[in-house]
């Protein structure tokens, strides 16, 4: 009996094995799936494991001889930033796009190049906002046709056949739309672009926007989202995200302000329930970001997560994060489609970090908050013709997971001498609770707007209804000054002072700089808060402070996590360290650091090929972007 077990076991081992060297698992949308929850099944690569990791394959950029020449020739500025891209993978071939605008087709399994195709974008010179930036590409498939869709700096939405690279020329204009044409405004292109991903979902390719932060008019292009069909690139809808005379919401723009202000632009991750037919957007901040004297009324759909039906573009419903804001707190992130117990009941749910450092969770269906949201009252405005409203959300679960507001809870607190510089560097400013307005004095903003939660977004766990969330702490001071040089119109803009010092070249405030915290999201409860780096630690000890141990690296730039059935995976460049960690999720240990060549500047994703687990992860930038491949020997 005991022989006919154990020859059992080997069988079952066998088939086993067979079935997995005969797997192919895509990671098919930026986040893993459109709801962004940056979550793969997969325990191939495990804790007991994990050390044994090793670079399957490195593909270098093709941008980056494009760079090389461009110095050559004495062109700087075409040059790009960070190499911010997440791949997707579609039976086995990985689809990616450059800081530059071309579209590249990889084998999944050796990283060689299949076809590359250049939409020329970076010709057009220096795209909006943020430089040569993208972020990923999306994928369609339907009536015999594979696709690849990607929405450029340059604002054109191309669709190219996945199969050879080669534009559809039946979509669009020869194989492209042009993205300023139907907002309602002649549009500016060096004030207009896309960074984000396409979202497809039941046969729509939903576009949003990025607008210049800087405007010097109170007349900026619209964030207005729309939806084309993937297969013509006809327009099939548009979502006003500044409602027009008539529409729900053009209330809260009081004085005719909608009729000029602009931006109120989904700039980041949009996401999606396939199954129900509804997007969710989320909207950023209005024209201009730190005053809002030309723009009264509370502006909907401003700093706002907003469910639209995806066949109609019709609002199912809205939640204002932000009421007429001022701080430049929108949404950074995608909303992340989450399944949640709570008090015995299922939830179809979504939940919105911020910021400010909250994570607002609603049912998804209904738009109802899942925990009470309060309206509490806020500071007000000595901004001369500033009308802020006299409350502002507060969700009462779960915790924030940043530190919010300057006060004796946050300030710096190692001596009492440091403690007492401190003090004396903020006195020169206003400060105060969360939601504290800008002024002509200046008001120090804490969390800043690089702060709290940013673009690379959490994790979902449907397991177990964990919640993964990287943050930073950051204060900036925002002080308002009356618009000169061309921008009178304006009225008041965002100018002097912009930061303020910490005592002996520390921070102002306490650590850690930057965190990971684990939230249950079937109790509404912070479980864990871990520093995310080692930070300055050397710094602190070396004024001869007692070792604090890790203090976290102010990384809003970094990449966001992936989350496997087995481990947590976070990268970052951590003082001179350039890491991608395999972290406990149950606990925030820290499993095992593989070093990286390279600063690793995308979200890693994961996937499987003839039954092998990968982790893929952009690297680097300007002139040596890369995309390395990590796999178990």
């Known amino acids: 009996m005991r022989t006919f077990k154990s020859f059992s076991v080997i069988v079952f081992s066998l088939i086993v094995a067979q079935l997995a060297v005969a797997q192919n698992i895509d990671w098919p949308s930026y986040g893993g799936d459109n709801g962004s929850r940056k979550y793969i ?135 492209r739309v042009d993205l300023t044409k139907g907002l309602g405004r002649e549009i500016d292109k060096e004030q207009y672009g896309v960074v984000s991903p396409v979202l497809v979902t039941n046969d729509k390719a939903i576009v949003n926007s990025i607008v210049n932060d800087g405007p010097s008019s109170i007349q900026t292009p619209p964030g207005h989202i729309r939806a084309f069909n993937p297969e013509t690139g006809e327009l099939e809808w548009m979502f006003k995200t500044i409602p027009q005379a008539g529409e729900f919401g053009n209330e809260t723009w009081e004085d005719g302000s909608w009729e000029y202000t602009g931006s109120t632009n989904a700039w980041s991750i949009m996401s999606a329930d396939d199954e129900l037919g509804i997007a969710y957007i989320p909207v950023g901040t209005p024209t201009n970001d730190w005053y809002g004297g030309m723009r009264k009324g509370d502006n909907l759909f401003a700093e706002s997560i907003v469910a639209v039906d995806v066949n109609t573009g019709e609002r199912v419903w809205h939640f204002q994060l932000v009421h007429h804001g001022v701080w430049d707190y929108d949404p950074p992130a995608a909303p992340t489609l989450i399944d949640i117990n709570v008090d015995g009941r299922d939830i179809k749910a979504v939940a919105q970090i911020s910021k400010q450092g909250f994570t607002y969770v609603f049912d998804r269906v209904t738009g109802e908050p899942v925990w009470p949201i309060e309206e509490r009252e806020v ?11 006299t409350t502002q959300p ?98 008041y803009v965002r100018g002097g002072a912009r930061s303020v010092a910490g005592p002996q070249e520390l921070p102002l405030t306490k650590p850690p700089y930057g965190r990971i915290t684990a939230v249950d999201l079937n109790r509404g409860e912070n479980v864990w808060i871990i520093p995310h780096g080692e930070g300055i630690r050397q710094q602190i000890i070396d004024k001869g402070i007692l070792d604090p141990g890790p203090v976290g690296t102010v990384d809003n730039a970094g990449p966001g996590p992936l ?58 930038g300007a002139g040596d972007a890369r995309v390395v491949a990590l796999s178990l020997p």
């Open 41 to 175: 099944p997969f325990d191939q690569i495990s804790a007991e494991n994990v050390d044994q990791l090793t670079i399957a394959w490195t593909w270098d950029s093709v941008d980056n001889a494009t760079v090389a020449s461009n110095i050559a020739d004495g062109n700087s500025t075409l040059v790009p930033g960070s190499y911010k891209v997440t791949p997707i993978v579609i039976d086995g071939v990985m689809y990616l796009p450059t800081s530059f605008g071309r579209i590249v087709a990889l084998d999944a399994q050796s990283g060689e190049e299949r076809w590359v195709f250049d939409t020329k974008a970076w010709e057009a010179g220096r795209p909006a906002n943020l430089g040569y930036n993208t972020r990923g590409v999306a994928y369609w498939e339907g009536n015999g046709k594979r696709r690849i869709l990607f929405a450029t700096n340059d604002s054109y939405l191309w669709s190219v056949n996945a199969e050879d690279g080669q534009p559809d020329l039946n979509f669009g204009d020869d194989g």
């Open 379 to 389: 500071p007000q405005s000595t901004v001369p013709g500033e009308q802020l409203s």
């Open 394 to 491: 507060f969700p009462t679960k779960p915790p924030a997971f940043e530190p919010q507001g300057i006060s004796d809870e946050t300030l710096i607190d190692f001596t009492p001498e440091l403690r007492s510089e401190a003090l004396q560097n903020i006195e020169r400013f206003d400060y105060g609770p969360l939601f504290m307005p800008p002024s002509l004095r200046g008001t120090i903003q804490f969390p800043g707007w690089a702060g709290g939660g940013e673009w690379r977004g959490a994790a979902f766990d449907p397991d177990t209804g964990m919640y993964y969330i990287p943050s930073a702490s950051g204060p900036i001071v925002v002080q308002i000054v009356e618009a000169r040089r061309g921008r009178e119109e304006m009225q």
């Open 563 to 620: 989350l496997t059935r087995t481990l947590l995976f976070m990268a970052q460049r951590d003082n001179d360290r350039n890491l991608i960690r395999a972290i406990n999720k149950t606990t925030g240990q820290i499993i095992h650091e593989y070093e990286l060549p390279l600063p690793p500047t995308g979200t890693p994703m994961s996937y499987m090929v003839d039954g092998k687990q990968y982790i893929s992860i952009a690297l680097g």
